[in-house]
């Protein structure tokens, strides 16, 4: 449990220093820079963007994160007049910088090959497989194979999915041969999209493992993983695109299973070397016991992390800063009461014009927040294609039932605007 003490600044030490690695259009920032103030430690903030570029938009600091050698020099200069206590990367893209980084200034962080294996979801499942954790059988493929042959060598229902992107983007259920070679081929055109070269694009094949969905907030302390948070997904995610909506916790799952499920992400980090700092697993269970669907070594993705609070209001970037800081990590005990969030799905493709209703929404009794986040007259693009939401609904209540009625009924009373833009309706 945080105490008020714990929070006040201790003059007897030196402040510590923490790099914070961004991205231009993570939401990720502000949660943790409000934590550092809190904790009475400066934070420095580099983005990913060349260092020209940087300067121009009057950004502190510009890294290259597609460079990770070139970005931990860049770090390792700064390092030498502004000591760093840690180095941090708030979403996934930035984990490689932060584990080459660390690892030339001699900071505790997990190894560069581990940051690899949790951005990567063919290693993952590699390692994965290797340990005896229960995870989807899969295969890898190329774009530069024939997707009929890798129809008819698949068994069903499958997922066809990609190595790196996140947020469910590119992840596509197919139940038989003809949706497989229609997934392949929309999974592979989103790839040459992203990145026009001619190179093959890898991408995955797993069974589809059925049942219910729970994400798992935890922090690894020399491998140690202490449960932050468990998050039931209450929605059914079963395709044909994974669109995620309701996080909610605690989870309503029996304790019994609630363990199952620690020990199942446990065995997760510890195959993949995953034994410093944040941990996010998603996971799915059915009769057979919990699943690893992924492991991510960063906190819970979005606005999502608003949904918890320890003690006396600390946030999670709070114990996340102080575990990289050395500092004492006091027992994560969750606030009384339930949260939850509803990610707002795109419902359709087009030019964003407006939401309505966000008052009515905020009056549900329960619901905290209402933050639209889509910008009005700039394209907004549904899964699997997509990479965004169109907002965030923040509940707090006495249980986890109430706060879905709640973020369910404020969901209901949103109007979304949007106008099929001229290309998507001639495609
Ligand atoms: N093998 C699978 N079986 C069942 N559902 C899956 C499987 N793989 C992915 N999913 C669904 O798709 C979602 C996104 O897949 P995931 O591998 O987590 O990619 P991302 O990194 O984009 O989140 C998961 O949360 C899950 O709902
Ligand atoms: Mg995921």
């Not at 009929?148 to 469910?168: D, E, F, M, N």
């Not at 014009?353 to 905020?362: N, P, S, W």
Request: aromatic share 6%; glycine share 8%.
């Amino acid at each position: 449990m945080i105490t008020e003490e714990d929070t006040l600044v201790d003059v007897s030490r030196p402040a510590r220093r923490v790099l914070l690695l961004l991205t231009v259009t993570t939401y990720r920032s502000q949660a943790f820079v409000d934590a550092a103030a809190r904790l009475g430690i400066e934070v420095v903030a580099a983005t990913d963007m060349p260092r020209e570029l940087a300067e121009f938009w009057h950004q502190p600091l510009g890294v290259d994160f597609g460079d990770p050698d070139g970005a931990a020099r860049i770090i390792a200069d700064l390092a030498a007049t502004k000591p760093l206590d840690a180095i941090l990367a708030v979403d996934d893209s930035g984990s490689l910088v932060a584990a080459r980084a660390s690892a030339a200034l001699g900071l505790r962080h997990n190894g560069v090959e581990v940051a690899e294996a949790a951005r990567d979801k063919f290693i993952m499942r590699t390692l994965l497989r290797a340990a005896g954790v229960p995870s989807p059988p899969f295969e890898r493929h190329f774009s530069s194979e024939d997707p009929h042959a890798i129809a008819a060598a698949t068994a069903y229902p499958c997922v066809v999915k990609p190595l790196r992107l996140s947020g469910s983007r590119g992840v596509i259920r197919a139940n038989n041969r003809e949706e497989c070679v229609a997934a392949i081929a929309r999974l592979t055109a989103l790839l040459h999209n992203l990145e026009p070269t001619p190179e093959p694009k890898p991408f995955l094949i797993e069974q589809f493992i059925p049942g219910f969905e729970v994400a798992l907030e935890g922090l690894l302390d020399d491998g140690e993983l202490e449960v932050l948070a468990l998050f039931d997904k209450p929605d059914p995610l079963d395709g044909p695109f994974f669109e995620e909506t309701l996080y909610i916790t605690p989870s309503r799952l029996p304790s019994e299973v609630q363990r199952a499920i620690r020990d199942c992400a446990a065995a997760a980090a510890a195959a993949l070397g995953l034994r410093q700092g944040p941990m996010h697993a998603e996971l799915r269970v059915n009769e057979q016991g919990p699943w690893i669907v992924e492991l991510a070594g960063r906190s819970i993705g979005g606005l999502c992390s608003k949904t918890l609070r320890f003690g006396s209001a600390a946030s999670l970037e709070e114990l996340i800063l102080r575990q990289a800081c050395g500092l004492e990590i006091p027992t994560a005990a969750p606030d009384q009461g339930a949260g939850g969030v509803m990610m707002i799905p795109i419902p359709e493709g087009g030019i964003f014009k407006c939401a309505t209703g966000v008052e009515e929404a905020q009056a549900v009794p329960g619901i905290e927040e209402v933050t639209i986040t889509a910008k009005a007259q700039y394209p907004i693009v549904p899964l699997p294609e997509g990479d965004s939401y169109l907002g965030f609904i923040f509940a707090h209540g006495a249980t986890p039932a109430e706060v879905e009625q709640a973020l369910r009924e404020a969901h209901r009373r949103l109007r979304f605007t949007i106008q099929p833009s001229i290309a998507l309706q001639l495609a």
